[in-house]
């Protein structure tokens, strides 16, 4: 079992209140991810469910048992961390073993597991192998098959990519989740990288400035974000944002639409200068400059035929429309 419920979590660091009272629950088998910009206190917050630092108050259940003042070994939890950590002068089977020879398993129990292991992360022909002789990519898969022969309730990574080419992230983040498929064991990841967040969880924790801003399904925060801080945060190309008087008329003080949901066509009310024009084969992102509503960007089918200085006419589709207070709250 691996649930994990944070109650009025707080971590001040000098006076400075880092995490603001968190409350959130974790359910067994869950892969959750803690997303938002640099300082917003993921990866703080996940040191803390960790036991690597101290919460300042409030508490942490692991499986339903008080595990705020444990030590990180006593917890049942295992971290796989942006750098691999991996021992230099070990075989990769002498580091995938290594927590195992900690913890005076047998021998033939050390084999049995590290050999398990090995199988699901594709890296039973590197056994022998050092890290230095492996691509980026298979270092990682050794960090995280570390991880899996403790069998822990729940696995911890802190930007576990952020060290790997644009190719390579790809592919690795489809193998954590194919492995989350496999294991059906809760998974808590950090990352700036609201596309590693889309593709990856099961529930997005989207943090600011030390505070929950909204918790649910990728398809939950990209239909119906609760505020402008979400709806600017998920979503790539991210959403438009419009004021004064086309909010105004469509009953909000801020309208958001995202740039998939305007269309191009030949009649449509609103007219500018089509700007920075990106074509990347399967889509074109246009950046254009509206009369009366400022510069919008648009997400167009790969092959339309347009270029910097082209006029343009854009159609917004109604029902995709989200609607912002003037407190910056879903109206």
Not at 51 to 58: A, F, I, P, R, Y
Request: hydrophobic fraction near 40%.
């Amino acid at each position: 079992m691996g649930e994990i419920v944070l109650s009025k979590v707080m971590k001040s660091f000098g006076g400075v209140e880092i995490i603001k009272g968190i409350d959130l629950t974790i359910a067994d088998g869950e892969f959750v991810v803690f997303v938002g910009p640099s300082g917003c206190g993921k990866s703080t917050l996940l040191r803390l469910i960790a036991g690597l630092e101290d919460v300042t108050s409030g508490t942490i259940a692991i499986d339903g048992r008080d595990a705020t003042d444990l030590p990180p070994a006593k917890r049942g939890l295992a971290m796989v961390f942006q750098s691999y950590a991996l021992y230099p002068h070990m075989s990769v089977r002498k580091n995938i073993a290594f927590p195992l020879r900690m913890a005076g398993l047998p021998a033939a129990e050390q084999q049995r597991k590290v050999e398990a292991a090995a199988k699901i992360l594709n890296l039973t022909p590197y056994l022998e192998r050092r890290p230095g002789q492996l691509s980026g990519g298979q270092r990682q898969r050794v960090a995280i098959g570390r991880a899996i022969v403790r069998e822990p309730a729940a696995f911890l990574f802190d930007e576990p990519l952020s060290n790997l080419d644009a190719a390579l992230r790809v592919s690795m983040r489809q193998e954590i989740s194919e492995l989350h498929q496999s294991l059906k064991t809760t998974m808590i990841y950090v990352t700036h990288d609201q596309v590693e967040a889309m593709t990856m969880a099961d529930k997005i924790v989207v943090l600011n400035a030390g505070r929950i801003e909204q918790v649910g399904s990728p398809l939950d925060l990209y239909r119906s974000p609760a505020n402008l801080f979400v709806a600017g945060f998920i979503g790539s190309p991210k959403m438009n944002f419009v004021e004064g008087a086309e909010a105004a008329k469509n009953g909000a003080h801020t309208l958001g639409i995202r740039p998939e949901h305007i269309d191009v066509t030949a009649d449509g009310p609103w007219s500018g200068t089509v700007g920075i024009c990106e074509h990347l084969g399967s889509d074109t992102f246009l950046k254009v400059e509206v009369a009366g509503v400022g510069t919008i960007n648009v997400r167009a089918g790969g092959e339309v035929p347009l270029h910097h200085g082209d006029p343009i006419r854009l159609t917004p589709q109604p029902d995709k429309f989200h609607r912002f207070d003037s407190a910056g709250q879903a109206a």
